[in-house]
């Protein structure tokens, strides 16, 4: 397994005049754990690196005695945060009339006056000076129903009792039966200020589509009635949530995040991606009344570098300045009988809104593609050779990123908190995740030699390289919010150098400034003459934007043969391993925000669980689950027995 450059450079000789050596002790206890040997590889073994040596684009790997990383990375993870996190580029506007046209079917060109109409009319207005007067930033979640609102509880007790976020929450639930007031009155008392929302009870907007066409039963309803709840909303900014996408840390920040306080919104990726030429797509482009390759374009800048779909479990939308796309989004997603047959729902039309709004130009999406959560599940990946099916790593939900590449959010897409049910045991955490690795792994039509049993997405055990980060050799009673260690080891190496490599990789275990701080001096006794410039570019404190600003995250390179017809993937380049943390819940090496919110995700299940009682909503509920502990104890039981032995 390769290890980061810092490790090689424990071998070099250390120049005059620069930091000293490491002591003697902490290259005894390298070499005890195995970490210094002379078979390791003399690189930095990240995706991105192994892709750019592949494609031979880049320079060769640090001849011995170079530095990792060199000045020219530490100079382009500089300049990384400089354009795509400190600051915010804004696009100059194009005339609405060169990608705005009516709208292809009747029915919509007559929507399309109607809500033009609207918009225009003082009610309107009215609405958003109420929104502007009032000046509140918060949270909408929608739940209804047993399951989805346990989801939320184990949201809003993270949210609350962990990240420690106090901006208040609209819950929103479509359909009268899915909520009672006494539930509602039990979560305000608990984790307020909550302010239900019942959408079903509030009067149907005229300008819309008529309530009983749009809540037809053949097509998904929850799609419009999320959307409808940014209408229905007060806040004149918001983070819009679905109930199983919960914070791993505290969202108030993202709602200061520069490019949101320019543009006003704020997307998220999802891991995959639709060709800009799709016939679908150009289909329900034309419907809506856009001009699709202009259209297409405009929205396409404001992707940047990464050109990936939009997931909607959670995005940032000013209420006050973007009001106007929020009732187009709506308007859209009534002809969800019509669109969602080209469409992924919701989440592909909140781009179209802003177009149809003539605001393609601010539209904004994140440059920093999701990583994966994935469980150990038998006979859940299919070899294709022989359609036999075996174990494999089953994709439970997306670690979604800030622009900086922290941890923001884990959207458990595929595995939801239910009462009842069973909350699988995430023991596998990737950072943000190359295309190329999603196309060969992950797709349903998968590229490599296996794939996910219809319909689920699945990876085999040989697409990760699995990091654990040790336990100090000493260490004193953990405290709350701090790292306390023994005397003779004031800096736990092995741990540490473990923990930053994963870092550097943007992998979303989180950070802890104590930890940091105590091993600052080990960092720049590795880093020698390039100490001071990684300080300088803030890689002290963010040390992912190195991975950040060399990684090609939406390269695929497609080789042709002389008579320019298509080959398979190239092996080395499409299945590099995903540098992936297995996280320990229960007793975590090092203690961080993320550590804490994913051990507080469970905890919060296992409450409700025993205090169900406290909601009328689960009266009637009997299910019982065994404690977390023993829990996730025969949960890791079986994966031992299950999973193949590591060589």
């Not at 210094?36 to 592949?54: K, R």
């Not at 802003?354 to 601010?362: M, N, R, S, T, W």
């Not at 099916?389 to 900086?404: E, H, P, R, S, V």
């Not at 992936?580 to 090092?590: F, G, I, K, Q």
Request: hydrophobic share 45%; net charge neutral; charged share 15%.
């Amino acid at each position: 397994m390769a290890l980061p450059m810092v490790l090689f450079l424990l071998k070099q000789r250390v120049p005059a005049k620069q930091p000293p050596a490491p002591a003697p002790f902490l290259l005894d206890k390298l070499r005890e754990q195995g970490l210094l040997t002379d078979s390791h590889l003399l690189g930095h073994a990240s995706s991105s690196t192994s892709q750019q040596q592949a494609a031979q684009t880049t320079a060769p790997a640090p001849a011995p005695g170079a530095l990792w990383p060199s000045t020219q990375q530490i100079a382009a993870a500089a300049q990384y945060f400089k354009e795509e996190v400190a600051g915010a580029k804004q696009r100059p506007a194009v005339p609405a009339k060169k990608y705005v046209i009516p709208p292809e079917p009747f029915d919509m060109r007559r929507q399309h006056k109607q809500v033009s109409a609207y918009l225009a009319s003082p009610e309107f207005k009215a609405k958003v000076a109420a929104r502007k007067a009032r000046g509140q930033r918060g949270i909408i979640i929608n739940a209804g129903g047993p399951n989805l609102i346990s989801s939320t509880i184990v949201t809003l007790k993270v949210l609350r009792e962990v990240l420690n976020c106090s901006l208040p929450v609209e819950l929103v639930w479509h359909a009268t039966e899915e909520m009672d007031n006494a539930t509602i009155a039990a979560l305000r008392r608990r984790w307020g200020p909550i302010v239900g929302i019942n959408l079903d009870s509030m009067p149907w907007p005229s300008h819309h589509r008529a309530k009983e066409v749009v809540q037809q039963p053949n097509w998904n309803q929850g799609f419009f009635g999320k959307v409808m709840s940014l209408t229905a909303s007060s806040f004149a900014s918001a983070l819009l949530l679905d109930a199983d996408s919960m914070p791993l840390a505290n969202p108030e920040g993202l709602l200061d995040d520069a490019s949101f306080t320019t543009t006003g919104n704020l997307f998220f990726p999802d891991f995959w991606s639709t060709p800009a030429n799709s016939q679908q797509r150009s289909l329900a482009y034309d419907m809506v009344g856009l001009e699709h390759d202009e259209a297409q374009a405009l929205l396409a800048a404001g992707k940047g570098r990464l050109q990936r779909d939009t997931e909607s479990g959670q995005l940032l939308f000013d209420l006050v300045k973007h009001a106007d796309v929020a009732e187009w989004a709506l308007s859209i997603n009534s002809f969800g009988d019509v669109l969602y047959k080209a469409l992924w729902g919701d989440k592909d039309t909140y781009s179209m809104a802003f177009a149809v709004a003539g605001k393609a130009h601010l539209f904004n999406q994140l440059q920093v593609p999701p990583g994966a959560a994935l469980t150990w599940r038998n006979s859940s990946l299919l070899v294709k050779a022989t359609q036999q099916k075996t174990a494999g790593w089953q994709l439970a939900g997306m670690l979604q990123f800030d622009a900086a590449g922290q941890p923001a959010f884990l959207h458990r897409t595929m595995n939801k908190f239910s009462w009842g049910g069973e909350a699988w045991h995430l023991g596998l955490i990737t950072g943000p995740l190359p295309l190329r690795w999603v196309n060969y792994y992950l797709s349903q039509d998968a590229q490599g030699p296996t794939v996910g049993v219809p319909y689920d997405y699945v990876a085999p055990a040989s697409a990760f390289v699995q990091w654990h980060i040790p336990q100090p050799l000493a260490r004193s009673t953990a405290q709350t919010d701090g790292w306390a260690v023994g005397q003779e080891e004031a800096c736990p190496a092995v741990t540490f150098l473990a923990y930053w490599r994963l870092r550097e990789h943007a992998v979303p275990t989180g950070s802890n400034a104590s930890l940091d701080s105590a091993c600052t001096p080990l960092l720049a006794s590795l880093l020698r003459s390039n100490a001071a410039a990684y300080a300088a570019a803030g890689l002290l404190q963010q040390p992912q934007l190195l991975e950040l600003a060399s990684a090609e995250f939406d390269r695929v390179i497609t080789r042709r043969t002389h008579s320019n017809k298509l080959v398979p993937p190239e092996e080395v380049l499409d299945s590099t391993p995903a540098l992936a943390w297995v996280p320990d819940y229960l007793h975590p090496a090092v203690d961080t925000i993320v550590s804490r919110a994913l051990a507080g995700s469970y905890q919060a299940m296992q409450w409700l669980q025993q205090h169900a009682v406290q909601f009328a909503m689960f009266a009637n509920v009997t299910a019982a689950q065994p404690p977390l502990a023993q829990q996730q104890q025969q949960q890791q039981q079986q994966q031992q027995k299950a999973r193949p032995a590591r060589g």
